[in-house]
């Protein structure tokens, strides 16, 4: 593979990035959250794409909301979104001593009893915009692997990568479905995300917020690895910083049945979600994909 030169001048506007976040992660948690409010409130208004699909899905998901409540909530999430460029500078850059004053971990004998028993696990969340800082700060405390998309900037995946494995991180491309396997045999914690939607070959329809929604049957494949559990994750942001909360191992899963275990995985997602809603990351086209005959949502 021919080696990247990253000092050429298209990477100009990645590295001046790289140095803004080094410089926001130096800034006090409450002076983070005020400049990422306001900086969340410009993306609100010079983001129409990705505000339209905000909205829909707000829609679409909570429809006893009034056309107030739902400007509301999406402006909300824009907010969380400009202050998820500090949660991220925060994910490579803050010290960890810092770190360690930000945050409270919830029931961490869950994971440590499924660690003792040498199970192989999964940890199951969704994608929150406090999604990158939730790995950081697990990895001050245990050893996982961490499933991870390759970014199309070439310079900014390789200071992502660099990052976390100097933090402690596994990093497992997500398409690679081998080294997925040979990762969770081996007792090192997953953590996987399936709430994307990745068509419908890969999927089962199943309610999501009463939306039927491509699911994909991923979780459900891996879980049937032997001797393999399910634990959920949230972590949300709140006044003083951050709280990471596991849930007991799911019971009973996976089952034979598709649409069963797709369901499972969307109410515990959906549960995670109504604790800050504002966080979850609804710019994504959830419901790209619809049954046949059903117009597209976007």
């Known amino acids: 593979m021919k080696k990247q030169n990253f000092y050429h001048p298209k990477f100009i506007p990645t590295w001046i990035l790289i140095g803004l976040m080094k410089l ?34 707000i829609v679409k998901c909570f429809p006893d909301k009034n056309k107030s409540q ?29 770190l360690k004053e930000r945050y409270r971990i919830k029931n961490t ?33 245990f050893k996982f692997a961490d499933l991870y998309r390759p970014q199309n900037n070439a310079l900014f995946d390789a200071e992502m ?5 100097q933090h402690g991180s596994i990093m497992v491309k997500a398409k690679d479905s081998r080294a ?51 634990i959920p994750l949230s972590f949300l942001r709140n006044k003083s910083g951050y709280e990471l909360e596991f849930s007991p191992a799911l019971s009973g899963y996976p089952s034979s049945d598709a649409l069963q275990n797709a369901a499972i995985t969307n109410q515990i997602l959906q549960a995670q979600i109504l604790k800050a809603p504002e966080q979850y990351l609804w710019i994504h086209r959830r419901f790209k994909t619809r049954p046949e005959g059903e117009a597209s949502f976007y």
């Open 24 to 57: 926001g992660a130096k800034l006090p948690f409450k002076t983070q959250v005020a400049i990422g409010t306001g900086f969340g409130k410009l993306l609100y208004l010079i983001l129409p794409r990705f505000r339209k699909i905000t909205l829909i899905n």
């Open 180 to 230: 997925l396997i040979k990762t969770l045999k081996s007792g090192l914690p997953i953590w996987y995300a399936p709430d994307q939607d990745l068509g419908i070959q890969r999927s089962t329809f199943a309610p999501f917020f009463g939306v039927e929604t491509a699911t994909i049957n991923a979780t459900a494949k891996l879980a049937k690895t032997g001797n393999t559990i399910v």
């Open 70 to 98: 739902v400007r509301q909530l999406a402006k909300q999430h824009f907010t969380a979104l400009g202050v998820a460029f500090f949660e991220s500078a925060n994910c490579f850059y803050l010290s960890d001593v810092a």
């Open 161 to 165: 990568t660099k990052q976390f494995t």
């Open 109 to 141: 004998q869950i994971l440590q009893n499924a660690l003792t028993q040498k199970k192989n696990i999964i940890l199951l969340v969704g994608h929150f915009t406090t999604m990158m800082l939730a790995g950081r700060i697990l990895l001050q405390n």
